[in-house]
């Protein structure tokens, strides 16, 4: 996989003259006989923050693309930025609006990338704000964990944004459940104005989106008098206390806080990224592939030597380089591919494990996905969900039955208390006493599916719903979210611009 931490590796003068205004006379757009080869003009954005910014469409497929254009007169090191634009389209994944091309003629540079159909955020909310209407705290909710799944993939790369704003949080819908698309990643760095400690501004910057969503604020206004919004906004009283947590958390600016953690924090702890799924079927995929993840962590300590599992704990640790805890799941690919898995396999297990689609990964979660790739090598890569759990649920039973059919819960407590279960304890957070607590003293073939899904991997890192159908305090506001256990969730009504 390819790292850009070679674009922040030294400070050195900006190759970008920052001093130097953007004309006016860049609001028409640019027309280019670069452009003019590939694509036809379409209509003009406006400005952004280097140069002019249009629609245009290609002339092959017909796809409205996005042109951003960067004036070379305004660059100290015209060739240096072209380099690291053209590395931007290295950049992928499902919230990332990517770079899809890098054009250039004599006077500019020409970012091309994907059209957003719902335009972007900032957009939305002044639109909502000047109607007085908000959007649903689980709408907000679920852009945040897309704009913070994002960001877990570029810092993983040494990539941070810098730039982040409501105007780059892009939408592929004017639909509530559109899916969210982050842009302009790495154009700073590009440019040369990147920081090392990015990540910080990154996580600030998606605090505030939180608190213009929440409070149905024009994000010039939250910029503007922030503390008095975060202290006495009026629509506090109708949000979370969940939320108001968050949003407070990231604003804090902990430098030892990072965007994994974010998506571990309560407020987003049951919002699952399947996009293209209902809640329901999203919500039911989900806990199958937790009931897979959690088989899997009952048979490490029986088919994984000790020593195997501690050169994996070793391998996380040096991946882990902010020392949250928590990997991205291209980092936990790297180090299964460095285990000597194939690359397909290695996708479709990290895959399971990723059980709510944000892309972070504890180490219970990698020891699993090992654990899927030894036990069904490459034939993996063939399997839907549903066929691994049928591989894994029959290991089970090879395993811990004696005619493979039930299994003794004690008799199974006794072999995952082990050396190599101790070490899932000790570092995966695994709590194997509590999690088999699920199941009665007999756990027979047709038990083991429904009741590691009534348990939502209690027991685990991993465990879903705890403020849901498992939580102790009826009041809050997850616990009505997902009151109607087993039952479909209500759809979401759209709300248009």
Known sequence: SFLFEHLLSSVMPSPFSAHLPVTNTLAVGVRSYVLQQYYTFEYDLGLWAFGALQVIKDRRSGTLKTC????????????????????LKDIHHPMISGVLDILEDSQHFFIISPHAAGGDVGDWLD?????????EEETCARYVAQVLSALVHCHSCGLFHDDLRASSVLLTSREADARVLVGDVGVLAAMGI??????????????????????GLPPSQVEEDLERHLVSGELWSTRSQ???????????????????????????????????????LAREDSLRRLACYQVALLLIPVEMAQ???????ADFHRLDKD?????????????LLARGACQQSSEV???????????????????????????LKDGLMKHRVDDIWCCLQKSFFQVYSSDKLSADRSCVLEKVSNSVGDLLENHGAVEFEEFLDAFDDDICEDSL???LTESAGHGTPLALFEFGFLAEEPDSWFSSFYRTCGQPIRRREAVHC
């Open 449 to 451: 599916l429904p009741k």
């Open 68 to 87: 951003k254009a960067v004036e070379k007169m305004r660059l100290f090191d015209v060739q240096q930025v072209g380099d690291r634009l053209r590395r």
């Open 242 to 280: 969940e939320a108001f947590d968050f949003v407070q958390m990231l604003l804090e600016e902990n430098p030892e806080f990072t965007a994994s953690l974010a998506l571990c924090h309560p407020w987003l702890r049951n919002v699952l990224l399947r996009p293209g799924l209902a809640d329901d």
């Open 127 to 135: 639109r909502l704000a000047a109607d007085e209407e908000v959007l």
């Open 323 to 335: 020392g949250d805890g928590l990997l991205a799941s291209r980092q936990g690919m790297q180090l």
């Open 194 to 215: 990147g920081s090392k400690d990015g990540h910080i501004a990154d996580l600030r910057s998606v605090g505030m989106l939180a608190l213009a969503m929440l409070l």
């Open 307 to 313: 020593r195997d599992l501690e050169r994996m704990l």
């Open 349 to 375: 297990a990290i895959g399971v494990v990723d059980v709510r689609g944000c892309g972070t990964l504890d180490f219970s979660a990698v020891a699993a996905a090992a654990l899927m790739v030894n036990l």
